[in-house]
């Protein structure tokens, strides 16, 4: 295969409620990539409008998402930070894959099940074809590494599917115009977060997630100390005490989440944790989260909150990230465009 120089790229949704599942499972990883390596992130905003969306509101949760990155510690100067819909190569890419994606592989795809629900012909058909747009994302800079959580492990390997089929059935047309022997890298999912499934603190079966209809489900990046507190409070345990090894968190999926939870903050393991914590009530060990909780989100949310204020500035962040996205989109597509046998008679 054609050696493929290393670049990373991720993304998010602007779907609102941001949470600590989304900065334990992908943010944090984002920021420490920026140091090894050429990072670009996207806010996502073309797949928040493959569901019911509100036009009102969109604009200040793209604004709202991007000012969540800069927060974290994504670094404009180092990395790429520009919103989807602003480079029109990742929309014009997808409708290539479409065309490589077959029927039979979308329909495998469990989030499209879980997100349609049981009304799947009321769908819309931007939400079937979903992850073809997120392979168009990652393969519009030929991007080698995506670091998310593990629900996303299905839809990457999709992404790989059609980098493949796509190398496969151009293989001719890909080395007449001198690309060698692949056009596109097959994509690494890098699924090593402290916590790549943190699961909702009302269910220990259920990943926290955006949609959940309950907030005190999850804990968002911008609730406050009370808010914190409160919602660990009420976290669903079990009576028993804590075990003071990982292997007594099996079988206590809401214990174990909370254990994650603690040594996903702290930067250290659960059997660190469990060795602090062994033995102890819940009754002592969810004011300990929450503090921590609390001494680690609140600096980002108040950073959050004063870069909202300063709308023009998100604005110039993504205006510029969206004019370094396109300068190197624009000769993959064309590329591409090439290789499928298309005219490109504009330069
Ligand atoms: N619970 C989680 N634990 C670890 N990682 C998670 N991610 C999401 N939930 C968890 C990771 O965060 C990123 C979010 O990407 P997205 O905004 O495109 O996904 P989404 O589907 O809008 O976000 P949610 O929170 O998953 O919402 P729901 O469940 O409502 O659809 C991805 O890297 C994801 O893996």
Redesign the pocket.
């Known amino acids: 295969m054609t050696p493929f120089p290393e670049r990373v790229f991720?993304?998010?949704?602007p779907?609102g409620n941001l949470?600590l599942?989304?900065y334990?499972?992908?943010m944090i990883n984002w920021v420490k990539m920026q140091a090894t390596h050429e990072c670009i992130y996207c806010v996502?905003d073309l797949?928040a409008i493959t569901i019911k969306h509100d036009p009102a509101t969109l604009v200040g949760d793209i604004r709202e998402l991007t000012a969540a990155y800069l927060a974290c510690g994504l670094d404009p100067q180092k990395s790429i930070i520009f919103n989807q819909s602003q480079v029109s190569q990742h929309a014009e890419l997808a409708w290539i894959f479409n065309c490589i994606a077959r029927l039979g592989w979308l329909n495998r795809m469990t989030q499209f099940k879980e997100?349609a629900g049981k009304d799947r012909e009321k769908a819309s058909t931007g939400l079937f074809v979903y992850p073809n747009l997120m392979a168009a994302d990652i393969l519009a800079y030929k991007a080698t590494h995506v670091p998310?959580?593990?629900?996303?492990k299905q839809h990457l390997e999709l992404s790989r599917d059609i980098a493949q089929k796509f190398n496969n059935d151009f293989a001719a047309s890909i080395a007449d115009h001198g690309y060698g022997e692949a056009y596109f890298p097959l994509p690494e999912p890098m699924i090593t977060?402290p916590?790549?499934?943190?699961?909702s603190l009302r269910d220990g079966q259920a990943?926290?997630?955006?949609?959940?209809a309950s907030d005190n489900s999850r804990i968002n990046m911008t609730d406050d100390a009370d808010a914190i507190a409160q919602k660990f409070r009420k976290a669903r345990t079990d009576p028993e005490p804590l075990p003071s090894e990982p292997g007594g968190l099996e079988e206590r999926p809401e214990a174990d989440n909370l254990v994650g939870i603690y040594a996903a903050l702290a930067g250290t393991s659960k059997e660190s944790v469990l060795k602090e914590f062994g033995g102890a009530q819940f009754s002592v060990f969810k004011p300990a989260l929450s503090e921590l909780a609390v001494e680690k989100l609140a600096p980002i949310g108040a950073e959050m909150r004063r870069l909202q204020a300063d709308a023009s500035y998100i604005d110039a962040v993504l205006g510029d990230g969206a004019e370094r996205a396109s300068a190197l989109a624009r000769p993959v597509l064309d590329g591409a465009k090439d290789v499928l046998g298309l005219l490109r008679t504009r330069k």
């Open positions: 991720s993304g998010m949704q779907t949470h599942g989304n334990l499972g992908a996502v797949h997100k998310v959580g593990e629900d996303q977060g916590a790549t499934r943190v699961m990943k926290m997630s955006k949609s959940d």
